[in-house]
């Protein structure tokens, strides 16, 4: 991905009528104050480091970078925050975008988020924004704001990764479903699973609560796990287990959680976290499932399943 700094569009003509128009006598959205009292808020030379000059042109990571801030303020995963640029005109306001402008695809987030940590420029984003607030008087020159853009960047990447294991589990139903109908009747509650899974997780708003997205994400793993060892027991059909949907989700559920059994015989389902927060440790980023329709990648047994039999994970 290249990166010619350029200067941010003034918003659009239409969208700003639309945007006047529709908060008429009330406060305007975030997104649309954001730009209006704070301009073009990260230039995109401020990132020029983590993209090289040459290869196909790529967003603005100015542009990139505010869409993460957005994003992190309304609790969105990469999916809805891209279906946000295409459908929100406070988001097209913001980001100088006209009517007709189709975004980008969700994946591109991540490969931003990625390169940005790469390059250790984690901190780059708070501290434009807190030198701006600064600037403008929003905020004291003193005291001790956090600057921790790290928080973002992990906030918007659990999100992600809670999305990433109920959709896993959703396209590893569907699969078996349409290839098993019989088999799936015969092993799990269909009305209860259909319940959690009839509808794109992506269209969920996420919990706001850090303890129950924990919770949900270890639902998501138990079904998963609960899922694989039907698929894997010897007396289902064994090509079950090679449809690619259940390969992806036993990938996902290896690279984003641990199961360990006590002495008691209890297992335990618990989340990967990195090992610089004192974790089992996560696969690198470009080995890393980002979406259940992303094929399996190639990669060593930490990040891809191993082993042969009837193992699940």
Known sequence: MSLEPRS????????TRAVRAKNYGRAVPLPVAVRDRLGELFPDEEFAAAFGKTGPAGWSPGRLALVTVFQMAE?????????????????????GLGLEDTGFDFTVLSQFRTRVVEHGLEEKVLDLLLTRLKAQGLVGAGGKQRTDSTRIVSAVRDLNRLELAGESVRAAVEALTVAAPHWVAGVLDVPGW???YDTRIDTWRMPSSATKRDQLALTYARDGLALLSSVYDPRSEPWLRELPAVQTLRTVLLQNYTRTTAQNGREAVARRTRTEEGGDGLPPGHLRIASPTTSTPAGPPSATPSGTGSSCM
């Open 8 to 15: 941010w569009p003034e918003p659009d003509p239409v969208v």
């Open 75 to 95: 609790n969105l995963t990469d999916r809805q925050a891209a279906e946000a640029v295409r459908d929100r005109l406070s988001w097209a306001y913001a980001l």
């Open 194 to 196: 259909s319940r959690r």
